[in-house]
């Protein structure tokens, strides 16, 4: 069985992950690539699809076209429910690169589209699929953490502020770090905890370094006069089972210490810990002990190799899901609660307030 895929939005996270991946998948066809700049669809078709694969300026055009079974919504934030709802509503299956939503509100409506329409929604959440990742949700599941009332999520940056896009365009994303790269690690921890249920958030935002020039950074200075979201943010979750969760995300933050996509985690029998590989800790008759498990080498993001490239892993995995009509590895209402949390930190550092969810 062959599913005929159309990109939406052919930009740097279509380039860098999603098509690459499904280039990698037997039972993928990329059939059809949509743009507002219509050349970078072009030179997607180009390099992804087929003589006989559609190029296309307006998502409506891409949507009407009847022989396209799966929809990759890989547009900016303020746009991923809008199309993802208009996709499923022609038929079509989604995977949404992350986060869900720019608002709960509109999370809230893809999951309602896709309780009416019956099709299939994702979220692109790639982190899940890397080796640690995978390994630690099935000690998580095995037990051998016991109860999880403790999770730190780190999403840690010294200088590395995307200049590139919208990232710095709070009304298109909806944020900065918290929104970007926050959402992975937070992701991570709710899936090991295996805890949806938020109580209240108390959150706070900073734009401390943004207003730097000539600011030291990985892909060069950024505009400060651009630089519309926080350049930090620190999120406290209260769970109402009485777990807590720490989250921290910086895309320019003084600490040395760095890292993004991890999670920490306290439990009854034992801790976890994703810095510097994978560390399982606890105590064994009378004595502590650390177990560091070896994992195959590989970047933060992206491993080399097809066995181990979390993109691939998540991209075939969905597909599968698919072709199967089982449940895919990230649900919609998993990745809403994300989003909720992640808002209610935004309007906590607003209001200086507590946020109550599910009241």
Sequence with gaps: MTLKVGIIGCGGIANGKHMPALSKVEEVEMVAFCDVIVERAEKAKEEYGTAESTVYQHYQDLLADKNIDVVHVCTPNNSHAEISIAAMKADKHVMCEKPMAKTSQE?????????????????????????????????????????IYYGKAHAIRRRAVPTWGVFLDEEAQGGGPLIDIGTHALDLTLWMMNNYKPKYV?????????????????????????????DSAFGFITMEDGATISLESSWALNSRQIGEAKTSLSGTKGGADMFDGLTINGEDNGLLYEKHIELEAGGVDFYDGEGNDPAFLEAQSWIQAIINNTEPVVLPEQALVVTEILEAIYQSSQTGEPVYLNK
Excluded at 119 to 145: D, M, P, W
Excluded at 209 to 229: H, R, Y
Aim: proline share 4%.
């Design 107 to 147: 999370a809230r409506a893809m999951l309602e589209a896709a309780k009416e329409t019956g099709k299939k929604l994702t979220i692109g959440y790639q982190n899940r699929f890397t080796t640690a990742a995978s390994y630690l949700h099935q000690v998580c599941e095995e037990g051998e953490l016991g109860d």
């Design 202 to 230: 108390v959150g706070n935002t900073y734009h401390k370094l943004s207003p730097t020039k000539n600011a030291a950074n990985a892909w060069g200075p950024w505009d400060p006069e651009k630089f519309t979201v926080e």
